[in-house]
């Protein structure tokens, strides 16, 4: 059965650091779009970070620019999200998520949710002083 399993959720000072994993099971990795969302109480889900399995581009939010870098050890089957000065707005219970790139044709936005149809469960992600 095709899974994500999280890991790495936890709670941070304002400028700390943190990384999510994501270990796949049941699907080569290097086949699928990856991608990070989050959810904060009382708004949308969003996209956090991407990877296209074309061609290894990343995609991040504006919000996250410069702080949260996207990644994969296609040894390990694992996806990570590296989050380094974290903000209390980055509070939110985080996702990770894939999608076959066979389903995936034209121009896709890996930041929107929809694109997406394979779901780990999330993991709280919290920041404060």
């Known amino acids: 059965q095709v899974q994500l399993v999280p890991s790495g959720g936890g709670s941070v000072q304002p400028g700390g650091s943190l990384r999510l994993s994501c270990a796949a099971s049941?699907?080569?990795?290097?086949?699928?779009?990856i991608g990070w969302f989050r959810q904060a109480p009382g708004k949308d889900r969003e996209g956090v970070a991407c990877?296209?399995?074309?061609?290894?581009?990343?995609y991040e939010a504006d919000s996250v620019k410069g702080r949260f870098t996207i990644s994969r050890d296609i040894g390990r089957n694992t996806m990570y999200l590296q989050m380094n000065n974290l903000k209390p707005e980055d509070t939110a219970v985080y996702y990770c998520?894939?999608?076959?790139?066979?389903?995936?044709?034209?121009?896709?936005?890996?930041?929107?949710?929809?694109?997406?149809?394979?779901w780990g469960q999330g993991t709280q992600v919290t920041v404060s002083p």
């Open positions: 998520a894939a999608v076959g790139s066979w389903t995936l044709h034209g121009t896709i936005d890996c930041l929107l949710p929809p694109t997406f149809d394979l």
């Open positions: 990877l296209k399995s074309s061609d290894s581009s990343t």
């Open positions: 049941g699907f080569t990795l290097p086949y699928w779009t």
